[in-house]
């Protein structure tokens, strides 16, 4: 496995550039401004995510340009359920753990 690339990033501030493959990110809700944060096996929504290392995603890339977030503490991958919502439960990607992002004119992606 690569190293990640380190990428700028404030807790709680600044919202950075695209995803890309390698790299490491905190993905947070802009309107809560909570980072999506593993805290026991758990996805925790934390406005502080402080010191852990629970809200470290790295980037991934899989085939046909689709992209996934493993989390550095589990190493579970964010996946979306099939009643709406997120979990991190997998241990590989599949089809609910590919992601692609579209960028906001208010900034960040989704």
Known sequence: MKEPKLSSFTINGGISSAPE????YMIRDLDSRNSITMVNGSLTPLLDAGTRGGWQWICEEARG???GFRNVVSGKYLGRGNRGGIYAQASR???WELF????REAGGYN
């Not at 493959?21 to 490491?24: K, P, R």
């Open 65 to 67: 340009g689709w992209i």
């Open 100 to 103: 692609v992002l579209c960028q």
């Open 21 to 24: 493959a390698d790299g490491m």
């Open 93 to 95: 990607m599949k089809s």
